[in-house]
Structures are given as C-alpha cells and as structure tokens.
C-alpha cells in the first residue's frame, strides 16, 4: 500500500508563490503518473495538473502559465510550483498518484487509486 504524503501549503498574499510536495511512503518502487487536484470550500474537487511517468505535462487551464508540475528524485517525489498565486486558487491541495499501464487522462479523478490527506492553500487578497 502506498500513502502520498503532502506538505507546503500556508497562507500567501496574491501574486506570491508557494511549493507544494509529495512524497510516497510505503511500497514505493516503480514509477507512478502523478497529478494534482484541489477542492475549493462547497465546489467539486478539480483537476489542477499532471505528470506521466515518461514526463508529459498536463495542466488546468487556471492555471496554465502560472503552476509548474515536475518531479525531482529516484523517489517519485512531485512537486507543484505555485506562482503568481491568486485569490480563487485558495484551496485545499491533493496528490493523486496512478499506478496502471493503461491510456493516462491526466484529468479524470478515477484514474488515480492513490491520494494523499491534502495540503491547504489559502491566498489572501
């Protein structure tokens, strides 16, 4: 069983930026598709962006431009680099990791069958 475990979110005043983590603990050889996705207080949980295992990029066009998806270590740890940090990106953060073979769409939150705790991010006006 594998757990991601997030960290990095806080408070941070608009335009500023913030570095989200994830890290899987547990069963953690092989190589996942990761992606990340946020939930706004009474809105749907939504896709933000995505990294396939041979390093593809998909992103929410939210966020396009301003967010940057990108893993840096043997270990499968991802991170989302938030820039230019807006008050309607406010949110709580999860980490989504996939671990099948198949087709990856990045945006479908039935692709991942791993999630961590999520991570809050608030930006204040």
């Known amino acids: 069983q594998v757990q991601l475990v997030e960290s990095g979110g806080g408070l941070v005043q608009t335009g500023g930026s913030l570095r989200l983590s994830c890290a899987p603990s547990?069963?953690?050889?092989?190589?996942?598709?990761m992606g990340w996705f946020r939930q706004a207080p009474g809105k749907e949980r939504e896709f933000v962006a995505g990294?396939?295992?041979?390093?593809?990029?998909f992103y929410a066009d939210s966020v396009k431009g301003r967010f940057i998806i990108f893993r840096a270590n043997a270990q499968n740890t991802m991170y989302l680099q938030m820039n230019s940090l807006k008050p309607e990106d406010t949110a709580i953060y999860y980490c989504?990791?996939?671990?099948?073979?198949?087709?990856?769409?990045?945006?479908?939150?039935?692709?991942?069958?791993?999630w961590g705790q999520g991570t809050e991010v608030t930006v204040s006006s």
């Open positions: 547990g069963r953690t050889y092989g190589n996942y598709d």
């Open positions: 990294l396939s295992r041979s390093g593809k990029t």
């Open positions: 989504a990791g996939r671990d099948g073979w198949s087709y990856y769409n990045a945006p479908d939150r039935s692709e991942y069958n791993y």
